[in-house]
């Protein structure tokens, strides 16, 4: 159960105003009252901005639903608009149980589409307030995409390669008519490796400038996204990034071990999330640290052989996750979460929040994860390692513990 506390609706509309700078001047003269929003807003906005509600601020969601739903009428229509393939399922929930008082009064509402979430993205494009997102693939980057109309006709597209390490790798400007859009947003988030998630476009924006500000300093940003960096990088101050959203919406975890952060263990094993690896160099020192284990000219037997590739590991996790390494790893274990949750793997970004947790407030030594996503990124050395030496079968070459 999520711990989050209801804050009512006047600051959660607030929070949205926040997130739809474009819709603010509409929601916030509106001071809590339900009907004076649907006066304020256009149809669109009012179905968005409850939408995101249902989603960020579920009681705030489910106060306005509730009073929608018993005025009926125009009231309700907010109410028949929302696609729900993409809502958590509480709020799944109080839909339904709205429509079903609006049917029992006789009024129409739609029935609910069996399609995929990706099939509601072409009704947003059309609004041209679009983002996009992908999961972190291993390396540690992921793509974010921003689309908008373009003043002299059609849409412009913004695409960001991100990564915590590298900072903003690659930036691109496309501008093309609007079906040409929709093509590629219908392949970004129908195709296999990481597809692409419906994100609010200012969430996007609030990572990217956070990704901008750990740019090497070896490592000059795109020149096109040193031209574009006002439109697309500085969102409203306190706007949450994707990671965060995912824990308002789910609440920190409660346990800083357990089951969540054993999830988490076992999803770094299975490469569902990482291992995304520290600089080159620290890595190299490493793998040479280990391959002096298995190459030393004193024979040991396995025992031994593995208590020094232990005492390497150990020394490993401190010497790569420092605190900025950790801090950061805890930030991509955070936006894991958001990608896990939209795709309604709440278990599994509940483990990742766990994770981001340790990360943040652990050191490395003292929870598993660290270790668990070193043994991937380092799995051919630990291989050579723990071989046995061929001379083992000697016993007289083997210096026993």
């Known amino acids: 159960m999520s711990s989050q506390t209801n804050i009512g609706l006047p600051e959660a509309l607030e929070r949205a105003a926040a997130a739809f700078p474009a819709d603010a001047d509409g929601i916030r003269p ?3 009252d339900p009907f004076a929003l649907l006066s304020l807003l256009d149809s669109e906005a009012t179905t968005r901005v409850l939408e995101w509600l249902l989603i960020h601020e579920p009681d705030a969601g489910a106060e306005l639903v509730t009073v929608w739903a018993d005025a009926g009428g125009d009231a309700a229509e907010p109410l028949k608009r929302i696609e729900t393939g993409s809502l958590p399922k509480a709020a799944q929930k109080v839909l339904r149980r709205a429509h079903h008082r609006l049917r029992s009064r006789g009024e129409s509402v739609p029935q609910p589409d069996r399609g995929t979430v990706v099939a509601t993205l072409p009704k947003v494009v059309d609004e041209l307030n679009l983002g996009l997102i992908t999961a972190i693939d291993p390396s540690g980057t992921r793509m974010a995409y921003l689309v908008e109309a373009n003043p002299s006709g059609g849409a412009r597209m913004f695409v960001a ?16 008519g609007r079906s040409k859009i929709k093509q590629f947003i219908r392949d970004v988030t129908q195709g296999g490796g990481h597809p692409a998630i419906d ?84 890595l190299q020192e490493v793998a040479q640290r280990l391959k002096d284990v298995s190459t030393g000219v004193v024979i040991v037997s396995g025992e031994a052989r593995q208590e020094q590739v232990e005492t390497a590991l150990d020394e490993a996790r401190g010497r790569i996750f420092d605190a900025e390494f950790s801090r950061r790893t805890g930030e991509r274990f ?11 793997r709440e278990e599994d970004a509940r483990a990742c929040l766990a994770a981001s947790r340790a990360f943040r407030e652990e ?38 513990p």
């Open 30 to 32: 509106a001071n809590g």
């Open 161 to 176: 390669a991100l990564n915590e390490e590298r900072g903003v790798v690659e930036f691109d400007v496309f501008s093309a």
């Open 199 to 282: 994100t609010p476009p200012d969430s996007i924006r609030a990572l990217i400038e956070r990704i901008a500000d750990y740019q090497p300093e070896g490592r000059p940003l795109p020149r096109a996204f040193s031209e574009w960096r006002q439109r697309i990088a500085r969102p409203a101050p306190g706007t949450a990034t994707p990671g965060e959203l995912a824990l308002a919406a789910l609440g920190p975890s409660e346990e800083k071990g357990g089951e969540a952060l054993s999830r988490a263990v076992e999803l770094a094993r299975e490469r569902k999330v990482g291992p995304w690896p520290a600089k080159p160099e620290i």
């Open 334 to 344: 955070e936006e894991a979460a958001y990608v896990f949750w939209k795709n309604g």
């Open 363 to 400: 050191a490395p030594e003292s929870h598993p994860i660290a270790r668990a996503m070193l043994e991937v990124v380092m799995a051919p050395v630990l291989t050579a390692a723990e071989e046995k030496p061929s001379a083992e079968s000697d016993p007289s070459l083997l210096v026993r």
